[in-house]
T-cell receptor, first 113, second 114 residues
Framework: DTEVTQTPKHLVMGMTNKKSLKCEQHMGHRAMYWYKQKAKKPPELMFV???????INESVPSRFSPECPNSSLLNLHLHALQPEDSALYLC????????????FGSGTRLTVV | AQSVAQPEDQVNVAEGNPLTVKCTYSVSGNPYLFWYVQYPNRGLQFLLKYITGDNLVKGSYGFEAEFNKSQTSFHLKKPSALVSDSALYFCAVRDSGNAGKSTFGDGTTLTVKP
């Protein structure tokens, strides 16, 4: 299995809702990432997990809460989002060795209404 | 801090012609450079990488990239463009520390016209 699977593919949520994004990989990668991407812009790093521990939080607002239950799963819990949080949320994984690139999921298209 | 720059927002080429998408980098230490492609409403796909060794690296879908240390460049090339190559291309540099995070360029939209 050489894929990163993200669910759901699309999500529409109100500003008072609580929802979660899910990411799963079975490549044995020990580094996992959440990125936020606006249209035609580069991905912006949000969080990095290394060996199931949060190693980087790029000053992301607390309405985004990551979780790594095990080495294959990564979740992003969403609460009280704002319309400007609407974006494509990408999960990626990689080996911890710098010589390798990332494997990205297809993303979750999030719309906050 | 490491960074990459893609000086062109848009590159237009005719099908069958060679294409070049430019990238320059700034790193302290050895560069770990990557190219990714993104099709509409999809995640990024890895194309190729430079770690060490030959300055010309070959990747997926007939793409190659030329690493030039003196010019701090890592340009993406393809000898003969296809309409299906039309997409958004990102150059990236990966940090050897700092949890191996990658920094992406602003992206270049490649349009190949029939």
């Amino acid at each position: 299995d050489t894929e990163v699977t993200q669910t759901p593919k699309h999500l529409v949520m109100g500003m008072t809702n609580k929802k979660s994004l899910k990411c799963e990989q079975h490549m044995g990668h020990r580094a996992m990432y959440w990125y936020k991407q606006k249209a035609k812009k580069p991905p912006e790093l949000m969080f990095v997990y290394s060996y199931e521990k949060l190693s980087i939080n790029e000053s992301v607002p607390s309405r985004f809460s990551p979780e790594c239950p095990n080495s294959s799963l990564l979740n992003l819990h969403l609460h009280a989002l704002q319309p400007e949080d609407s974006a494509l949320y990408l999960c990626a994984s990689s080996t911890s060795r710098t010589a390798y690139g990332y494997t990205f999921g297809s993303g979750t298209r999030l719309t906050v209404v | 801090a490491q960074s990459v720059a893609q000086p062109e927002d848009q590159v237009n080429v005719a099908e069958g012609n060679p294409l070049t998408v430019k990238c320059t980098y700034s790193v302290s230490g050895n560069p770990y450079l990557f190219w990714y492609v993104q099709y509409p409403n999809r995640g990024l796909q890895f194309l190729l990488k430079y770690i060490t060794g030959d300055n010309l690296v070959k990747g997926s879908y007939g793409f190659e990239a030329e690493f030039n240390k003196s010019q701090t460049s890592f340009h993406l090339k393809k000898p003969s463009a296809l309409v299906s190559d039309s997409a958004l291309y990102f150059c990236a540099v990966r940090d050897s520390g700092n949890a191996g995070k990658s920094t992406f360029g602003d992206g270049t939209t490649l349009t190949v016209k029939p």
